[in-house]
């Protein structure tokens, strides 16, 4: 390189590193670049392009920082995100950097950073074959499916006589992805095991076979609402509420369960017969409690469909609210909500409805309502799937129209006379103080001026009183109360801690009228158990 290619290309870093250092995510960090090559092919050669990008130690910073050494998030993000086109003859480079920043060797330095234990012997790999039976009873009739970390086998069960899914892990030989493929069956598993509603997929059986996992499911014969839907092929008013209602019921349930999908979209919605009869599939990227691999997973879907703050590895219930508005655009226009979302992901103000000729021939609550759905803010989104429903048929009896404060925890609405509330887990003792069944989630006690609420947590994660919040001068605010898993709150989109130590007390913060609260949180985990906080206008 002469000293004058040499000057430009530090020119060219310098310019380069000052939009960079402003990137919030990986993904807007990964447009910022595609951008750049763009203007940057018409004067550089791609050795001197290649050259900015190994020189800039901002980048690798950024990167570093972003994908939190994730160098699957920086693959599968270039990967699948289709505008990305120019960065993707440059993804070796990137990656290079990303695993010099981070002082790794491989490509899986995301979960060795996750501190995975690695299993004592190998997999043994699968090799199975049309007819092989499984566990006594399955017999594998053809593959269905086939992802990056596992494969789906239709199957017959001769003891039922019908027709199953069985999802099992991808073996490739590296002890690190195959150890991460085997732990998104067992989550999978454990999420869907607490799940049971007619729009979900149910789960039938898990058993390990070959050392490996293996997750048995209904078998959901159908077309999925991606190859369903289409610009020229979409719903009207009518299905689409219909559609709808059994989206949002099914969503509400999941929310229940203290469950975030994280990954709702077309794709991931199967129409077995009419669009009154769907199927929630894909609970491999959900969160459950803390059963996920690690708070920093990115999970990330093409087209408009992931919440902002989760391309930030944040995420809540209304992550999934803003995936149901970006469904709710898509079977009405055919369209994926990215083409309403400029600038996406970062985005500050909803979607751009205006734009979209079809959606002025319809019902005008639809648009409110994909509107609200999509607020770049989690707090001023729905508080329910199910309030969306209500909103689009007209119902004014939403969560957020209340008259007194009320607490939102695992499905359950509970509003309160006083100005003091104290959550924390329902002990043994509180139980049988109270009556209490087993199997109740929530418990609530009033007295005098405090309303306690209790939380039946099995694993004992939160403590006996963990939080409290209250009013004070018309204002309403938060206290850890010395818990032993501290607590969050999400504001902008990042989850801000309360708490001081074990047994002291933290410091109020002021929540206003509305509030996402995580009762107990851990910064690789993120959120224990989400709840909503409401007060009247």
């Not at 910073?61 to 939190?68: E, G, M, N, T």
């Not at 690695?118 to 992802?147: H, N, Q």
């Not at 002890?175 to 869907?192: F, M, Q, S, T």
Request: charge should be neutral; include cysteine.
């Amino acid at each position: 390189m002469t000293h004058n290619e040499s000057d430009k290309v530090k020119l060219v870093i310098e310019l380069l590193e000052k939009e960079v250092k402003n990137s919030i995510s990986i993904f807007h960090l990964l447009i910022i670049l595609e951008s750049w090559l763009t203007k940057l092919e018409e004067s550089l050669t791609p050795q001197e392009i290649e050259a900015v990008l190994t020189s800039s130690q901002v980048l690798a910073q950024q990167l570093q920082r972003l994908s939190f050494c994730r160098v699957d998030v920086l693959l599968k993000a270039v990967t699948k995100d289709p505008r990305l086109v120019k960065l993707r003859n440059y993804l070796n480079v990137l990656t290079s950097i990303l695993q010099k920043a981070c002082g790794i060797q491989t490509t899986q330095a995301s979960i060795a950073s996750a501190e995975v234990v690695l299993p004592t012997t190998p997999y043994t790999t699968i090799s199975y074959k049309t007819g092989d039976v499984l566990r006594g009873r399955y017999m594998l009739i053809a593959i269905v499916g086939e992802g990056g970390m596992g494969v789906v086998w239709q199957a017959k069960d001769t003891g039922q006589g019908i027709d199953v899914a069985i999802k099992v892990p991808k073996i490739t030989g590296n002890p690190v992805k195959d150890e991460v493929n085997v732990r998104k069956i067992n989550i999978e598993a454990e999420v869907l095991k607490n799940l049971n509603h007619p729009n979900i997929v149910r789960f039938i059986d898990f058993f390990v076979e070959n050392n490996v996992p293996h997750l048995v499911m209904e078998y959901v014969k159908g077309l999925s609402l991606e190859s369903l839907v289409k610009p020229d092929n979409v719903l009207d008013e009518k299905e689409s509420k219909e559609f709808f209602k059994r989206l949002a019921d099914a969503v509400d349930h999941i929310h229940s369960r203290n469950v975030v999908h994280r990954d709702l979209k077309p794709k991931n919605i199967v129409v077995v017969s009419t669009v009154e009869n769907i199927k929630v599939l894909d609970f491999g990227t959900a969160k459950f409690f803390h059963s996920q691999l690690e708070f920093g997973e990115g999970i990330y879907s093409p087209g408009g469909y992931t919440a902002p703050e989760q391309l930030k590895f944040m995420y809540s219930p209304q992550s999934d609210i803003w995936s149901l508005g970006g469904i709710l655009f898509y079977v009405l226009t055919g369209l994926h909500p990215i083409t309403v979302l400029p600038g996406y992901p970062n985005v500050s103000t909803p979607p751009q409805l205006e734009k979209v000729p079809r959606l002025k021939d319809l019902d005008p609550r639809f648009a409110k309502v994909i509107r609200k759905a999509m607020d770049p803010d989690p707090v001023n989104r729905y508080l329910r799937a199910s309030d969306m429903i209500k909103d689009l048929l007209g119902e004014k009896n939403l969560s957020e129209n209340t008259k007194k404060p009320k607490i939102i925890v695992l499905g359950k609405e509970i509003e309160v006379d006083t100005d003091r509330i104290v959550i924390g887990r329902l002990t043994e003792d509180i139980r049988e103080s109270m009556d209490v069944s087993i199997e109740d989630d929530v418990a609530v006690v009033v007295e005098k001026d405090n309303t306690y609420i209790y939380i039946n947590d099995r694993n004992a994660y939160i403590s006996k009183q963990h939080a409290e919040i209250f009013k004070q001068r018309k204002q309403w605010y938060i206290r850890d109360l010395g818990s032993l898993n501290k607590t969050a709150v999400l504001i902008n989109g990042q989850w801000v801690v309360v708490h001081k130590a074990y047994k002291q007390p933290s410091q109020p913060l002021e929540i206003g009228k509305r509030a996402i609260i995580a009762i107990g949180y851990n910064e690789r985990y993120g959120p224990y158990i989400t709840i909503m906080f409401i007060a009247p206008k």
